[in-house]
């Protein structure tokens, strides 16, 4: 089992320039998730599918997009990238089989807005 | 909303040795949950324990231990024969029971274990 994967680790983009990062399942989890982090403030959600065909904001879902592709997939789309958005970014998942509350995290994406 | 405040940025601790993070967090629920996750410079965040609010037994998972106390709202980590893979970012978080699946993160503490 891979667990949740994340495409791609690191990204450095411009200004106004638009990306897509991928999360990817491989434990059957219902509900998928995008935090960003940045340094002092911990962890924030900004979006967050609590099952396949849903999606709801999170804290902080100003200039982000979400597309829950399948159950297996969730990914994050930035339309046009501002240097505010420098973070590292991650995927998580949980399942009805999980511990209640338990996230599974993955890797993370470090993206940097010049 | 909720909030978790970790008031410690940074802590170290000796090698062998005892270290406890603390957090307090406020809510109005009664029924919740509450984890410390913890992050190595892998950046990987990894869970470390979890205690649920309706459950008066502290948590514990090997050398972690939780001191659990709801009606303070606070909620700390003691970490017992540190070792220096312990050596991280920790974590607390929130979870309301009727908001399932949302965490709400304190802002960390750096826990340095020196040799």
């Known amino acids: 089992n891979a667990g949740v994967t994340q495409t791609p680790k690191f990204q450095v983009l411009k200004t106004g320039q638009s990306m897509t990062l991928q999360c990817a399942q491989d434990?059957?989890?219902?509900?998928m998730y995008w935090y960003r982090q940045d340094p002092g403030m911990g962890l924030r959600l900004i979006y967050y599918?609590?099952?396949?065909?849903?999606?709801d904001k999170g804290e902080v879902p100003n200039g982000y997009n979400v597309s829950r592709l399948n159950k297996r997939e969730f990914s994050l789309r930035l339309e046009s990238a501002a240097p505010s958005q420098t973070s590292v970014y991650f995927c998580?998942?949980?399942?009805?089989?999980?511990?209640?509350?338990?996230?599974?995290f993955g890797p993370g994406t470090r993206l940097t807005v010049l | 909303a909720q909030t978790v405040t970790q008031s410690q940025p940074e802590m170290s601790v000796q090698e062998a040795e005892t270290v406890t993070l603390s957090c307090t967090y406020d809510t109005s629920e009664n029924n919740y949950y509450l984890f410390w996750y913890k992050q190595p410079p892998s950046r990987q965040m990894i869970l470390v324990i979890r205690?649920?609010?309706?459950?008066?037994q502290n948590a514990t998972e090997n050398r972690f231990s939780v001191n659990f106390q709801k009606a303070a709202k606070s909620f700390s980590l003691k970490i017992s024969d540190s070792q220096l893979g312990d050596t991280a970012m920790y974590f607390c978080a929130f979870m309301s029971g009727t908001s399932y699946g949302k965490l709400t993160f304190g802002q960390g503490t750096i826990l340095t274990v020196h040799p």
């Open positions: 998580a998942s949980s399942g009805w089989d999980s511990p209640r509350g338990t996230q599974y």
């Open positions: 599918s609590a099952s396949e065909g849903t999606t």
């Open positions: 434990m059957n989890h219902n509900s």
């Open positions: 205690q649920e609010a309706y459950k008066q």
